[in-house]
Nanobody, 127 residues
Framework: QVKLMESGGDSVQAGGSLRLTCAAD????????IAWFRRSTRNEREGVAS????????EYAASVKGRFTISQDSATTTVYLQMNNLKSEDTAMYFC????????????????????WGQGTQVTVSS
């Protein structure tokens, strides 16, 4: 079993920055990748960013590319999501998830590849 705990969500003004943290505990050797997903008030779940195999493979949603950066602490299983130039449309509940790596030919940002999920942390961006 893998337990995930998110933190770092807050309310910020548009243009501001936040760093989300995902702390993983338990049988993390059973997973290859950790990803961030978000769910807005429109109830749409969107894959935001993923990192696999010690940081060798990263993927970003088009909506956040160039603004968000995913990284992993090499000494621990903690994953960070640095979010810069936040926009009102980034407002959502952010979840981290752990799972297996998908084929290199397909997107990793699909919830079907993740079977461990955290409880989420709320990010609110006001304009």
């Amino acid at each position: 079993q893998v337990k995930l705990m998110e933190s770092g969500g807050d309310s910020v003004q548009a243009g501001g920055s936040l760093r989300l943290t995902c702390a993983a505990d338990g049988n993390t050797d059973s997973t290859d990748c950790i990803a961030w997903f978000r769910r807005s008030t429109r109830n749409e779940r969107e894959g935001v960013a993923s990192i696999c195999i010690g940081g060798g493979r990263k993927e970003y949603a088009a909506s956040v590319k160039g603004r968000f950066t995913i990284s992993q602490d090499s000494a621990t299983t903690t994953v960070y999501l640095q979010m810069n130039n936040l926009k009102s449309e980034d407002t959502a509940m952010y979840f981290c998830a752990a799972g297996r790596m998908a084929s290199i030919a397909v997107s990793q940002l699909n919830p079907r590849y993740f079977n461990h999920w955290g409880q989420g942390t709320q990010v609110t961006v006001s304009s």
